[in-house]
């Protein structure tokens, strides 16, 4: 069975850029995370799916950052402008529903200089 | 809100048993996690325990669940150097959500 595929790996921009992650989830997985993990700290919730639907947002800062999950399968996040305390790793997990393990993708490490 | 804390260091020598602590705060939590994280790698789900058990064994893994006092552990037996990584408890109520993480060193 495939699992959760990301990319880019790496990433390196300039500050007030824009950056964009692609995330393609397990086959059949409703829902769909996506975590900022800074580093030497636990990932941080940013956005969870549930097929095209957001179920929680509560913890993205909505002034820069945006994502979506067109027809509930693969999804893209997107920083602008980004700013140096975005540099993080940004992780992707699905599950097949939001009360199930979730498998994580291997993520994109930002860098913003 | 949903709150997870973690002790943040733990040291071992090769051979003993490693014992990590996690308290968490949403009592409705259905699963409560374990996951791994190597440097430079991604998330590695290691265990979970549904919120109905006490006790979850998987070889050299034991879950222990006081869902009264909110607080879970997980004991590792026989800790080998592969085994030193950032172990990250979470809990589950509808969406996912983790602890900061403990550094766990073997030594040798």
């Known amino acids: 069975e495939a699992g959760v595929a990301q990319s880019p790996r790496y990433k390196i921009i300039e500050k007030r850029q824009s950056v964009a992650f692609w995330c393609n989830p397990i086959?059949?997985?409703?829902?769909l995370y996506w975590y900022q993990q800074i580093l030497g700290q636990g990932p941080k919730l940013l956005i969870q799916f549930q097929n095209n639907g957001v179920v929680d947002d509560s913890q993205l800062p909505k002034d820069r950052f945006s994502a979506e999950r067109l027809k509930g399968v693969d999804s893209t996040l997107k920083i602008q402008p980004a700013k140096l305390e975005d540099s993080a790793v940004y992780l992707c997990a699905s599950s097949t529903n939001g009360n199930t393990e979730a498998f994580f993708g291997q993520g994109t490490r930002l860098t913003v200089v | 809100g949903e709150d997870v804390e973690q002790s943040l260091f733990l040291s071992v020598r090769e051979g003993d048993s490693s014992v990590i602590n996690c308290t968490y705060t949403d009592s409705s939590s259905t699963y409560l996690y374990w996951y791994k994280q190597e440097p430079g790698a991604g998330l590695q789900l290691l265990t979970y325990?549904?919120?109905?058990?006490d006790m979850k064994q998987d070889q050299r893994l034991t879950v222990l669940l006081n869902k009264k006092d909110k607080h879970l552990s997980l004991r590792i037996a026989d800790t080998q150097t592969g085994d030193s990584a950032i172990y990250f408890c979470a809990e589950s109520a509808g969406k996912l959500i983790f602890g900061q993480g403990t550094t766990l060193q073997v030594k040798p």
């Open positions: 325990i549904f919120s109905n058990m």
């Open positions: 086959s059949g997985h409703a829902t």
